[in-house]
T-cell receptor, first 117, second 117 residues
Framework: GAVVSQHPSWVICKSGTSVKIECRSL??????MFWYRQFPKQSLMLMAT?????????EQGVEKDKFLINHASLTLSTLTVTSAHPEDSSFYIC?????????????FGEGSRLTVL | AQSVAQPEDQVNVAEGNPLTVKCTYS??????LFWYVQYPNRGLQFLLK??????LVKGSYGFEAEFNKSQTSFHLKKPSALVSDSALYFC???????????????FGTGTRLTVIP
């Protein structure tokens, strides 16, 4: 089946630094990837939709200058948390859809846990 | 607008007993419905989906779900629970009337299933 890989799985950083999280589709091309944020014991909150070769579409309330998304190729999207603060600590998950047209089925990465000290 | 409700935060069931995880939805058209499972510190794994056709959908690991249009429900079921089924389960919906082009899913808040040995 389709595999989506996220890296890193865990990251700890100091407040004020920037952190980049990668999301790769390993065995398929993904024109669209989604980035979610998940707080403890809560559901996934969609942050943005990332389309290859174009600007990401951010959900209301998500700061695009803080959460920079780049989808430079059909197999890679990156999320950069800029000037991270402790309140940015969370579990970030990406998903991707295949271009083969399977309706609605998304493939999820393993998630990246960010802890900002 | 589309939405998903999972009325139970927690479901406990004895090993070997049947399990049900409830989900109701609201969409403007005929829904696309999904169940995903999440293990600790992991991404989501696809279990099953309903797009059209037979109301009873069978998925991975022996799970099944029944689409009930009159009750706007899509409850997840399994005839005999295993301890290894203990995880967080998410119901998700996509409204096919949504023509934004993004294959986005809206997730419920999740139900934590605990199977007791």
């Amino acid at each position: 089946g389709a595999v989506v890989s996220q890296h890193p799985s865990w990251v700890i950083c100091k407040s004020g630094t920037s952190v980049k999280i990668e999301c790769r589709s390993l065995d398929f091309q993904a024109t669209t990837m989604f980035w979610y944020r998940q707080f403890p014991k809560q559901s996934l909150m969609l942050m943005a939709t990332s389309n290859e070769g174009s600007k990401a579409t951010y959900e209301q309330g998500v700061e695009k200058d803080k959460f920079l998304i780049n989808h430079a190729s059909l197999t890679l999207s990156t999320l950069t948390v800029t000037s991270a603060h402790p309140e940015d600590s969370s579990f970030y998950i990406c998903s991707a859809q295949t271009t083969s047209g399977t309706v609605g089925e998304l493939f999820f990465g393993e998630g990246s846990r960010l802890t900002v000290l | 607008a589309q939405s998903v409700a999972q009325p139970e935060d927690q479901v406990n069931v004895a090993e070997g007993n049947p399990l049900t995880v409830k989900c109701t939805y609201s969409v403007s058209g005929n829904p696309y419905l999904f169940w995903y499972v999440q293990y600790p510190n992991r991404g989501l794994q696809f279990l099953l989906k309903y797009i059209t056709g037979d109301n009873l959908v069978k998925g991975s690991y022996g799970f099944e779900a029944e689409f009930n249009k009159s009750q706007t429900s899509f409850h997840l079921k399994k005839p005999s629970a295993l301890v290894s089924d203990s995880a967080l389960y998410f119901c998700a919906v996509r409204d096919p009337v949504d023509q934004t082009g993004a294959n986005n899913l809206f997730f419920g808040t999740g139900t934590r299933l605990t199977v007791i040995p």
